[in-house]
């Protein structure tokens, strides 16, 4: 009988099962997570969760789907080694497991400030034990400093600032998400943060924290000392593949692989944050760190593993949630000479898209969900597309 094995229990792997079973593989399917509850979805953990008085479950399955649909999980037990050419798998437990199709999908990992995850009140977000670790921070009347204005720290200071928690976020560039929404849109999520309350100083680095076992103030760059309860690092995430070290594999910013998933290595896929896919739109290699990325990039690796056509690959898009407005956002912004705007920043109801010369590179609808398919059509030309070669 041919096995399965999914190494991280996330997104990615969660639709990388669930494609399986529904086109009728009938191999024996083994999941491993170095967490220990089954695949939870992670986007409701900076927003709406971490504001109810518990941190809900986010499961994307009840326990009995794992049974009905004969997934063995083994959770808890993180994988520390790869042999690529046996297909085996080693866990922290000692255990080993082989695997003629195996499916790499560790997702990624936050990243911290050297020496600040000593102290007692020191956060980051990224798994359900984080959030609740948080959630019990975040006390109306309280001092949260979140280093790093990404996404991550812009969502939870929303948040916080919902429960009544005073806010400070530290951001070394001058504004935040230059990188993806540029000057005018950058100042307008300034400006529209500091409106509702929290105190944005962008500019400015972090020079170090004052205090013994609990910091009790944030030291900036030019020696301001920010008084706080808690701090969140929130400087971004890094792919999940120091386990990987010693199998060999092509790793630069994630494992390397085709836009299916197919590693170098025969019989071995990667999906989700940390994988680098090739992205035939851009034309090179490119990681995310979207959900609809993973989910994507789990479906398309189950139908490679079954031989199945591949569906094409999504236009890269992802949404975030503040103050209870959504924003979305499509395509690769980076690559862009102008930007066209429909509506009033300002009102919370807008959308814009990104041009590079005549060509559409990315859009971004703000309050607005029903202009998303008609913005997803822009992008949808084959002319869009760039070179058609796969590359691991
Ligand atoms: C708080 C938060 C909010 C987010 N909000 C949004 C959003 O609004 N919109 C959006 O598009 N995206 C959002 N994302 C990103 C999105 O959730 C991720 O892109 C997605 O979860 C990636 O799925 P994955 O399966 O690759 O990895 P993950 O979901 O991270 O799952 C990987 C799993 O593998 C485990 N693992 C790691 N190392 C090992 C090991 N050695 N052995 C075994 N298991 C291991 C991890 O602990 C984890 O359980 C958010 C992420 C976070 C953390």
Known sequence: MTSTLLVGGGLAAQRCVETLRREGDDSRITLVCDEPQRPYDRPPLSKEALSE?????????PEEWYE?????????????????????????SGAQHSADRI????????????????????????SYADARLLRDALTPGSKLAIIGAGF???????????????????????????????QELGTWLAE??????????????????????????????????????????????????????????????GVKCTSTGQTEAAGIWAAGDMACHWDERLGRHHRTEHWEAAAAEGRAAARDMLGLDPKPGPMSSFWSDMYGTRIQHLGHSAETDRLEVDGDPTTLDFQGVWFNGEMPTAAIAVGRPRAIPALRKLFATPENITTPKNEV
């Open 53 to 61: 008085p518990e941190v809900p479950d986010t499961s994307l399955r």
């Open 68 to 92: 009905e649909h004969e997934v063995n999980l083994i959770l808890g037990d993180p994988a520390t080694d790869l042999e690529t050419g046996s297909g085996t798998v080693w866990l922290a």
């Open 103 to 126: 499916l790499l999908s560790t997702g990624s990992g936050a990243k911290m400030i050297p020496g600040f995850d000593a102290f007692t009140n020191s956060h980051v977000l990224r």
């Open 152 to 182: 991550i720290g812009l969502e939870v200071a929303a948040t916080a600032r919902k429960l009544g928690v005073e806010v400070t976020i530290i951001e070394a560039e001058d504004i935040p998400l230059r990188g993806l929404l540029g």
């Open 192 to 253: 529209w943060h500091r409106s509702e309350g929290v105190d944005l100083r962008c500019g400015t680095g972090v020079a170090g924290l004052v205090g013994d076992r609990t910091a009790e103030a944030l030291v900036l760059s030019d020696g301001t000392e920010l008084p706080l309860d808690h701090f969140l690092v929130a400087v971004g995430a890094a792919p999940n593949t120091q386990w990987l070290a010693s199998s060999g594999l092509n790793i630069e910013n």
